[in-house]
């Protein structure tokens, strides 16, 4: 597509539920990463793509998240047993290069855990 | 100490005026740096990207990096007040696999 797109743009969920939010890249884009960003703060990494592989998951806070990206292209970042320091908006970006460009970041997900 | 540091502002400047926005990173291996502009309630947007000592001009936007004392800075000459936002400055390198490690952004106002 002409951007990477982000769904849903909001969720509400209850403490205790699971949640899925997806990322379609940027067609031909082979990197994508997950980044969490709280208020007042800059993206914080949780994990990135390099094809199908998870290259890097160093920034996913606990067992309790996890990130596929089955065909190379669109990915869901899967959170089990939410609670509500998990709310903030997830952002997905993606780029051709991974060691010289800039990102394009999807317009995000907000989460709100209640 | 955090690997990319900005002084969270606001930063506020009169309308016509040069606002210079900072940022210093830790890990002298980094090789890549970027400025993200970020709209309240919207995700950020890529603006400047500089990768060697010295000036990088566009339009009124100028990122000026030097390496030796680990700086890079953004530089909104003719300030608007729809610049108004918050600048994220995010650093690559070898030492994180080139995945962008960011600061927490300065809040920019530009008042008419």
């Known amino acids: 597509g002409a951007g990477v797109s982000q769904t849903p743009s909001n969720k509400v969920t209850e403490k205790g539920k699971y949640v899925e939010l997806r990322c379609d890249p940027i067609s031909g884009h082979t990197a994508l990463y997950w980044y969490r960003q709280s208020l007042g703060q800059g993206p914080e990494f949780l994990i990135y793509?390099?094809?199908?592989?998870?290259?890097?998951d160093s920034g996913l806070p606990n067992d309790r998240f996890f990130a596929v990206r089955p065909e190379g292209s669109v990915s869901t970042l899967k959170i089990q047993r939410t609670e509500r320091g998990d709310s903030a908006v997830y952002l997905c970006?993606?780029?051709?290069?991974?060691?010289?460009?800039?990102?394009?970041f999807g317009s995000g997900t907000r989460l709100t855990v209640v | 100490q955090k690997e990319v540091e900005q002084n969270s502002g606001p930063l506020s400047v009169p309308e016509g005026a040069i606002a210079s926005l900072n940022c210093t990173y830790s890990d002298r291996g980094s090789q890549s740096f970027f400025w993200y502009r970020q709209y309240s309630g919207k995700s950020p947007e890529l603006i400047m990207s500089i990768y060697s000592n010295g000036d990088k001009e566009d339009g009124r936007f100028t990122a000026q990096l030097n390496k030796a004392s680990q700086y890079v800075s953004l530089l909104i000459r003719d300030s608007q007040p729809s610049d108004s936002a918050t600048y994220l400055c995010?650093?690559?390198?070898?030492?994180?696999?080139?995945?962008?490690?960011f600061g927490r952004g300065t809040s920019l106002i530009v008042h008419p």
């Open positions: 995010a650093v690559k390198g070898y030492l994180r696999s080139y995945i962008p490690t």
């Open positions: 970006a993606s780029s051709q290069d991974r060691v010289s460009d800039g990102y394009t």
């Open positions: 793509f390099q094809g199908t592989g998870a290259a890097d």
